[in-house]
């Protein structure tokens, strides 16, 4: 989930610094400086008090400052691409150890919206074959990555929640990862749909594979802020090829747009049987106070409803 409430989590202990000890001693081999760097890892994080001394870092990462950049290594994964963070470490206060003095605070880089970009390419044809493509960044990527190491579990995962919401098999699937170029995964598979178009009269009701939001509570039960980590965006792109039927009539463009980001979604043919739908969605991240909620929740409601909804098509 997203979206979560502010609240105190205790810290562990840092952890031994095998690896960062091993990585340092290899820049220093190559006359590059580099230093210790402690910081708070995890999906969750808290802003630091640095006015009062505590235990606030259980995880070291490695700072590599250059003339006009910085990078940053993670030294605990060996699938992840060099000086990624990901949501592990993102966007938070860290203190880099400088042994000469100087040690100071440091902000680690927040993930981009196209940081986290997951892409959806469906295309369904007459006999509702799907071939479908799925891109994974952020932190999609991340549970992905894990995954391809365990063939059952992404095996598992492939079969049970590639297409949860609508009734179908999967007939093949493989992944191509990018290896340590870019942090992106991406999941190509082949699936028989089990009757997705539904006809009535004289209008088709196709589904449109909706995102799984959480429902949060209503404004008057909520009793905390909201928080969100680093952004939510999802870009689709839906082929339905329909059988002997040309389009009459579309279903007019949905547009929400709030602070809070923006869901899209229309309907255009590209040939007389063709129609692709497209869908966009971005929630923005930070806080959410109790004064600003009402409009964060009526933000997430409204796109939670877009997307139970069916697509009506009217055919000739």
Not at 63 to 74: A, C, H, K, Q, S
Not at 126 to 153: K, Q
Not at 213 to 235: D, G, M
Request: hydrophobic share 35%.
């Amino acid at each position: 989930m997203f979206g979560q409430e502010v609240t105190n989590q205790q810290k562990k202990k840092p952890e031994p610094m095998y690896r960062e000890n091993y990585l340092k001693s290899m820049l220093a081999y190559a006359g590059i400086p580099s230093y210790y760097t402690l910081i708070c890892a995890g999906g969750r994080y808290e802003d630091i008090d640095k006015s009062f001394p505590q235990q606030a870092f259980d995880h070291v990462i490695v700072t590599i400052p250059f003339e006009n950049d910085t990078v940053f290594l993670e030294c605990t994964s060996k699938n992840i691409p060099f000086g990624y963070l990901g949501t592990f470490t993102q966007n938070r206060d860290a203190l880099m150890i400088i042994p000469a003095g100087g040690s100071r605070f440091i902000h680690t880089p927040a993930l981009t919206d196209n940081d986290v970009l997951c892409t959806r390419v469906i295309r369904i044809d007459e006999s509702n074959n799907a071939e479908i493509e799925i891109t994974r960044r952020g932190e999609e990527y991340e549970e992905m990555t894990f995954l391809h190491r365990e063939t059952e579990l992404m095996d598992k995962y492939v079969k049970t929640y590639l297409l949860s919401d609508i009734s179908s098999n999967v007939y093949a699937w493989k992944l191509v990862d990018s290896g340590n170029e870019k942090p992106e995964i991406t999941l190509k598979a082949t699936v028989k749909l089990q009757n997705p178009v539904k006809k009535y009269g004289n209008n088709l009701a196709l589904p449109n594979f909706p995102y799984n939001l959480p429902a949060f509570e209503t404004s008057e039960k909520r009793t905390q802020n909201v928080r969100i980590y680093f952004p939510v965006f999802r870009q689709d792109s839906i082929y339905y090829t329909l059988q002997n039927n040309s389009i009459a009539r579309l279903p007019d463009p949905i547009v929400i747009q709030s602070k809070q980001g923006f869901y899209r979604m229309e309907c255009k043919p590209t040939n007389d049987n063709t129609v692709l739908i497209t869908k966009a969605l971005l929630i923005k991240p930070g806080i959410r106070t109790m004064d600003e909620y009402p409009d964060f929740y009526n933000f997430i409601a409204n796109i939670r409803n877009a997307e139970k909804k069916n697509i009506y098509l009217e055919i000739k």
